[in-house]
């Protein structure tokens, strides 16, 4: 057991001493976080913890886990997955219950990556993070296209699951198509109609499955008479797993069964007429299923204690799917570190926190999107409700709240300076948003001209030591943004802001172009560069020359695998002569692109250029393809370059390349040269000439040699 491990035992063994009414589905989980077999047998593991007492959905999980394990049925087939859902019912858990079974992490040894998405993603974060996590650090991307392709050459050679959770826009998910053959997505969605993916529809839970997840969360055996309680309220909440959890913890704070039943059911009809009379319509089985869910929120959060339902409420000023920290706690609620990780555990047991994630050492919490709407209307409700049903808020408008959170981050500054803050794992990440929240647009614009006492841009300089250099990119990019919707307003400082922001991004596209193809190449001679990682440069950079050589140097490093990939880079190459030069350098390993480098060659419009691309294709080409070079050299009107581009035609020729129509073509090209030139040429088809007609035909042509050179001197 590791030092962090022991903490969480200590933690563990303090909270069962201490039973201040604590429910135990808390206690279990903090005992699954230090238990062994919960460590995953992956490198990577992104996955969020299982609760313990999850409870299989074999009906779909079975389904979906073959799906996974087979091939693709196409070669070179991204196979992806997803499953649809309402909320609440239970996809995020059986996509992480996937990603913790065995034979899952067996199968994709590269890792289990993780991304949850929610209304407003922050998908550049969450590549560049993959990416990290996929060993390069030095990647710096400035937009989601490039971090996308450079994880597609990180991952072309990979066995990995790529898991991206609650999409709520189909468009969302074409950044993260970036894996090899080897790999799998699973999507989970509610109704994102996502392009090529399997379809899998979870359903519900069945009775027996309601029954089995209310007796795990108690963790005790249920008389007959609980029994049949435990049905009606399994029904009562559309067996919908959230709703049975939040119901569960109420049981084990010692509500009645009976009485639970009774508020559920009064609760659920006031929902119900309230929307009947909003929006005068009958309802469907899938509003009646969200009556139920918003009714146990509404019980949970009812019976918190003040203090605990504010806490909760201040939830709300937070974005969508974040990871919460206790650090982050204790800002947001103005507490020490112990305090909020005491208030983290209670809204856990509750069932109104989620486990967070699993890739870091720090327990940390997710709040369920549905909660999430809750905990921000309740930041901007009245503080004293004007009816009992409703519950008590903080009164606030939303820029009050962000403005609020903000000033506690400030007093954390040195000078007032947002570059001098300790990072929390969370303020870095979402720094400008709350600016923009709290309608503090011109401290982003100097947050962003922000120095350290050396002279550097302080807000970089803080993301890079971070390793959060894709926070910046993401930053400078909404500032941007900003800056342009404020055009009509400001011309000026739109205009120079607008300067400002594209020069930064295109110092960032110089730092690809600086590192040489020579250092490259040597960075994966010493093995401090995986091949991957090396591919992956070259394709980042802008410029032609540049990339050619690149792929020149590192070619012979690259394993089969993610040979397909440098063909992708070499096709893209937008200059004609360099193209041809990187198609001429795969053409050893693709013999089918030939025909392609030889277009390549053939249209490039700098005759010593043609020429190289030539008689570097020279030695590859096969018979098929002689005549169409050899008719390419012919063209070249400048007599040297014509000459040396035949000449390594010819040297390369072998008996059993030509035919006589091509033997025929040889010779009337080569008679467009001059005597000394074909005379320079003509030794190199001396082993065609005796194919054809034997060593007599070769000695009548040093006889002719002889004569025709006599005749004309």
């Known amino acids: 057991m590791n030092g962090t491990q022991a903490e969480k035992a200590i933690d563990v063994i303090r909270l069962a001493s201490q039973q201040e009414g604590e429910s135990l589905c808390g206690l279990l989980d903090l005992i699954a976080q230090i238990a062994p077999h919960s460590r995953p047998k ?22 979906v886990k073959q799906r996974l394990l087979g091939e693709a ?38 890792g289990i990556f993780w991304a949850t998405l929610g209304q407003q993603p922050d998908i550049l974060s969450f590549l560049s993070t993959w990416i990290q996590a ?22 072309a050679d990979k066995k990995a699951l790529l898991v991206v959770d609650d999409v709520w826009h189909p468009e969302h998910v074409e950044p993260f198509r970036v894996a090899g053959a080897g790999c799998r997505v699973l999507v989970t969605t509610r109704e994102a109609p996502v392009s090529g993916a399997i379809r899998y529809d979870l359903d519900v839970m069945t009775p027996e499955q ?30 919908l797993p959230l709703a049975l959890e939040l ?10 069964w009976a009485e639970l039943l009774e508020d559920l059911a009064a ?57 919460i920290t206790e650090k982050l706690a204790a800002t947001l609620w103005e507490c020490s570190s112990i305090q909020g990780k005491k208030t983290l555990r209670y809204l856990r047991q509750k069932a109104l926190l989620l486990p967070g994630v699993s890739s870091t050492q720090e327990t940390n919490y ?37 403005q609020q959170l903000l000033a506690r981050y400030r007093q954390q500054t040195t000078n007032g300076l947002w570059h001098t803050l300790t990072d929390d794992g969370y303020i870095y990440s979402q720094l400008i948003w709350h600016l923009e929240k709290a309608q503090k647009i011109e401290e982003i614009h100097r947050l962003l001209q922000e120095e350290t006492p050396e002279g550097y841009n302080g807000w970089y300089w803080q993301c890079e030591k971070e390793g959060k250099t894709a926070n910046f990119v993401k930053d400078i990019s909404r500032a941007w943004a900003i800056a342009e919707g404020n055009f009509t307003e400001n011309r000026t400082e739109s205009i120079s802001l607008h300067c400002r922001y594209a020069l930064i991004f295109s110092s960032f596209n110089s730092l690809a172009g600086n590192i040489p193809p020579e250092l490259i190449a040597a960075l994966l001679e010493q093995e401090i560069w995986k091949p991957a990682q090396a591919l992956a440069y070259v394709r980042q950079s802008k410029d032609s020359e540049h990339q050619a050589e690149g792929l020149e140097k590192i070619i012979e490093y690259l394993p089969p695998s993610l040979l397909p990939e440098a063909l992708e880079v070499a096709r893209a190459i937008g200059d004609g002569r360099y193209r ?12 089918e692109v030939l025909p392609e480098a030889l277009d390549a060659a053939i249209a490039i419009r700098h005759t010593p250029s043609r020429v190289e691309a030539l008689v570097g294709l020279a030695p590859y080409l096969p018979q098929s393809l002689l005549s169409e070079a050899l008719d390419a050299a012919r063209a070249i009107g400048n007599e040297y370059h014509r000459t040396i581009a035949l000449e390594r035609l010819v040297e390369n020729l072998t008996p059993s390349s030509v035919d006589y129509p091509l033997w025929q073509q040889i010779l009337h090209t080569l008679a467009s040269l001059t005597r000394p030139n074909f005379l320079e040429a003509l030794p190199h088809l001396a082993p065609v000439i005796i194919k054809f007609g034997g060593v007599e035909a070769l000695r009548e042509t040093v006889k002719a040699v002889k004569d025709v050179s006599r005749w004309w001197k």
């Open 210 to 239: 309601s029954l089995e997840l209310l007796t795990s969360c108690l963790n005790q055996e249920l008389t007959e008479v609980e029994q049949e309680s435990a049905e009606t309220l399994a029904k009562t909440v559309g067996y």
């Open 42 to 63: 992956t490198g990577i593991f992104q996955a969020p913890p299982l609760p313990t007492y999850y409870v299989e959905r074999p009906e779909l999980s079975q389904e």
């Open 366 to 402: 997710r709040l369920h999107d549905l909660l999430h709407d809750l905990a921000r209307n309740l930041l901007q409700s009245s503080t004293t409700p004007e009816t009992a049903s409703k519950l008590p808020g903080l009164g606030l408008s939303i820029p009050e709240a962000h």
């Open 267 to 323: 609760e659920i009809a006031d929902l119900e007429t309230l929307d009947r009379w909003e929006a005068e319509e009958a309802s469907s089985e899938a509003k009646r299923k969200n009556y139920s869910l918003v009714a146990s929120f509404n019980l949970s959060l009812r019976r918190l204690p003040a203090a605990r339902l504010k806490c909760f409420a201040w939830l709300g000023v937070l974005p969508d799917d974040v990871t």
């Open 247 to 256: 119901a569960a913890s109420q049981v084990s704070d010692g509500i009645s």
């Open 134 to 155: 996929l060993g390069d650090y030095d990647f710096k991307p400035i937009n989601s296209d490039s971090a996308s392709l450079q994880l597609r050459t990180l991952l």
């Open 73 to 110: 049925t196409r070669t070179g087939t991204l196979v992806i997955s997803a499953i649809y859902g309402l909320g609440g019912i239970g996809k995020s858990t059986v996509a992480a219950a996937l990603a913790h079974e065995p034979e899952i992490q067996s199968h994709f040894p590269d």
């Open 580 to 591: 041809a030069k990187a198609l001429r350098g795969l053409a050893p390993h693709f013999p």
